[in-house]
């Protein structure tokens, strides 16, 4: 089987994921872990397989960082993750529906924080699966806005030949 892992560029969110992509490896299956450009040597250092996807921009970064900076501290998370799912699915997203194209996956393991697999998942009709990579609770602060910022991805066609739900 092939299983596609996909992080964002955050060794606490791609740490977690560690031993179940080693699990995997010794039960024979294909691993390889879908992240975006920069932390290919992170991914490499683990010893896995990277498929490179695109990293944020620095300008768009910088200016996520300044909102949140400006928002008001009660706020800060939802800032962060609102704008932050719709600027990182919509960077890595590319790269995403490459894997899913190109090599194949019969499934998904994607971390929290990585929004642009699901997307892609749900677009190629991939099954998925979410790893929770810190407290139950996170999963009811961080859908709301998240859903929220992916409302900010551009629609993105259906590859011919493999299609969505």
């Keep these: 089987m092939r299983v596609l892992l996909a992080t964002t560029a955050n060794n606490g969110h791609f ?7 080693g699990a995997c490896l010794r039960a024979g299956h294909d691993v390889l872990v879908a992240a975006p450009q920069s932390f ?8 896995h397989r990277h498929w490179p996807c695109p990293d ?20 800060r998370n939802e800032t962060m993750v609102t704008l932050g799912a719709e600027l990182a699915a919509r960077s890595i ?29 749900e677009l190629r009709g991939v099954p998925h699966v979410q790893m929770l990579i810190g407290l ?11 859903r929220a910022g ?16």
Excluded: Q, Y
Aim: hydrophobic share 45%; glycine share 10%.
């Design 93 to 121: 997203m590319p790269g995403m529906l490459a894997a899913l194209d190109e090599w194949r996956p019969d499934v998904i393991l994607r971390e929290i924080g990585e929004l642009g697999s699901a997307i892609a998942a």
């Design 150 to 165: 992916a409302r900010g991805v551009p629609r993105i066609a259906r590859a011919p030949g493999r299609p969505g739900r």
């Design 136 to 146: 139950d609770k996170f999963v009811d602060f961080t859908l709301p806005p998240g």
């Design 40 to 47: 290919a040597g992170t991914v490499e250092r683990a010893g």
């Design 56 to 75: 944020v921009d620095p300008d768009e970064r910088a200016a996520l960082h300044a909102k949140f900076l400006a928002a008001e501290p009660e706020k």
């Design 15 to 21: 740490g977690p994921m560690l031993p179940i992509a």
